[in-house]
């Protein structure tokens, strides 16, 4: 049976979106909120909303107590954690487990297992997932230089638990090797709690490619395609296209593998495998358990509602399509709004928004928590929007995406700035246009995309 009421465990413009899908759905929502987001979008589109704690986020959005506090008392029957904050904590997923509320998303035991990346590697070699050559588990200093000299140079240092960049280090020469180390071991303890890290072969520069699969509790898997992510600064994606612009041999193969990790884990719900890719081969990099920031270029090519879908699997019900029913339908590209300044270092510019002009038109959606009037926090990440175009191909795409971020005012008191120039830029570039894109094209041309126009 369908759930009734639902408890939205994040904020931004992932919890309107989540929302939204209640809404068509006649789902009731629950919101919660921290102290300095009292006014926040999410806030007035909910049915009902619950301060949860203080501006900070460990002790709101990351208070799991006050969160399971507030879905109880409201009488929610399951949990959405949208991406981030608590949605691959499988601490909160037992949690929830334990006072008889649906968590939206796979279980608390994969959760564990596929975000311990030791752990993960070892199930996807057992399911004869691709994997780059490395470690099988954490290393110690002394065991990961002897391994770092035996695969070569250049290697990466890995957190265990986590991702996003942190506790991530480039080694390329071995003098190098016991500072990167120790760097990465540091930071990985203070970003996630654990210093396990492992060791990789670095491939320069690949292509990071991702496939979005769902899956119910009956055994059925299947995916949505590929989309390609490859447009970074500093391990952060930026762009995200959908489809890839690869061999369809090569796209069949990463799906293959995909379902098959899925398979093996035991997955349910929705998730993400990603891969680099490096001419006709491909790697295993990481599943993320949850919901994708860029999962709405995969909806618009296919017509798959994916927070939809979640919300039916979490409920008991089985898929409502198979494999052969899934059709892909031109390209889609997203767009990351950030408020920072790319001239400076791309720091962080939040603010008032005095004035917000939303590009329309055929093809347009802006996914977002911003409104006139509105405060961007300073307190949480950076990212205020996303701007998602459909075209018939990926160059009627590129131009449309580029008339829309022209079309985007976003205007504000203080020091509120975005990077809609910066990422216009990037349209204009040749070397985007036909596709000649991989994970360092944003430094080999940073100084060019700084280039514009204020």
Same mark, same amino acid.
């Given at each position: 049976?369908?759930?009734k ?9 992932v /919890?309107v979106?989540?929302i %939204?899908?209640c $809404?068509?759905m ?11 987001? @009292? ?12 301060c949860?704690?203080?501006a900070?986020a460990q002790?709101s959005?990351l208070n799991?107590?006050?969160i ?9 029957e399951?949990i959405h954690?949208g ?8 601490r909160?997923?037992k ?8 968590f939206?998303g796979?279980?608390?035991e ?6 311990d990346?030791s752990?993960?590697k070892?199930l996807?070699?057992?399911a004869?997932?691709p ?5 099988a ?5 002394e065991?990961?230089k002897?391994?770092a ?10 957190a265990? /638990?986590?991702?996003g960049? %942190?506790g991530? $280090?480039?080694?390329?020469?071995v003098?190098?090797f016991?500072s990167?180390f120790?760097? @990465?071991?540091y930071e990985?303890?203070?970003?996630f709690?654990?210093g396990?890290v492992y ?7 690949p292509?990071?490619i991702e496939?979005?699969?769902?899956a119910?509790?009956?055994g059925?898997?299947l995916h949505?395609?590929?989309?390609d992510c490859?447009?970074?600064r500093?391990?952060q994606?930026i762009?995200?296209?959908a489809p890839?612009i ?10 293959e593998?995909a379902i098959?990790?899925?398979t093996?884990?035991g997955?349910?719900?929705?998730g993400?495998?990603e ?10 990099i ?7 920031v ?17 919300? %039916? ?5 089985s898929?409502a ?7 892909f339908?031109?390209h889609a ?7 920072e ?6 720091r962080?510019?939040?603010g008032?928004?005095s ?6 038109g ?8 911003l ?7 300073p ?6 929007g996303?701007l ?8 009627d795409?590129?131009?449309?995406m580029s008339?829309?971020?022209d ?27 036909d596709n ?19």
């Open positions: 049976m369908m759930v009421k639902v408890l939205v465990a994040n904020r931004g413009e /919890a979106r989540i %939204r899908a $809404r068509a006649e789902i009731e929502t629950v919101a919660i909120y921290s102290a300095a987001d @009292a006014d926040e979008l999410h806030v007035h589109l909910a049915d009902d909303a619950v949860v704690g203080g900070a002790g959005y799991m107590e006050n399971l506090s507030a879905a109880l008392n409201t009488g929610c399951a954690p991406y981030g904050f608590l949605s691959e904590n499988s909160f997923v949690l929830c487990e334990s006072v008889w509320l649906t939206v796979p279980s608390a994969v959760i564990a297992k596929m975000g990346k752990t993960a070892k996807m070699k057992a004869g997932v994997l780059v050559p490395g470690s588990e954490e290393v110690e200093l065991e990961g002897q391994l000299e035996s695969i070569g140079f250049p290697v990466l240092i890995k265990s /638990a986590g991702g960049g %942190r991530m $280090r480039i080694v390329r020469k003098e190098d016991e990167a120790q760097a @990465a071991r990985a303890e203070a970003a709690g654990h396990g060791l990789e072969k670095y491939v320069e520069n292509r990071h496939v979005q699969i769902l119910d509790e009956y059925n898997t949505l395609g590929e989309r490859s447009i970074q500093r391990n994606k762009i995200e296209e890839a690869l061999p369809d041999a090569l796209k069949e193969r990463m799906y593998a098959r990790a899925a093996h884990v997955y349910t719900n929705a993400t495998v891969f680099i890719v490096e001419g006709e081969s491909f790697y295993f990481e599943m993320n358990t949850r919901l994708q860029e999962h709405p270029v995969t909806e618009a090519i296919t017509g798959v509602d994916l927070v939809r879908e979640q919300l %039916r699997i979490a409920s008991g019900e898929l399509f198979d494999q052969e029913a899934v059709t339908n031109g590209i997203e767009a990351r709004i950030n408020a300044e790319p001239r400076e270092k791309f962080p510019a939040p008032r928004v004035f917000l002009h939303l590009p329309q055929p093809g347009i959606r802006f996914d977002s928590l409104y006139t009037d509105g405060d961007i926090q307190h949480y990440d950076s990212m205020v996303k998602i175009v459909r075209g018939d191909d990926r160059a795409a590129i131009q449309r008339s829309a971020l079309e985007l005012i976003i205007a504000g008191e203080g020091v509120l700035r975005t990077n809609r120039p910066f990422l216009s830029m990037l349209m204009l570039q040749r070397e985007f246009k000649e894109i991989d994970t360092g094209f944003v430094e080999r041309h940073l100084e060019r995309l700084l280039s514009y126009e204020s």
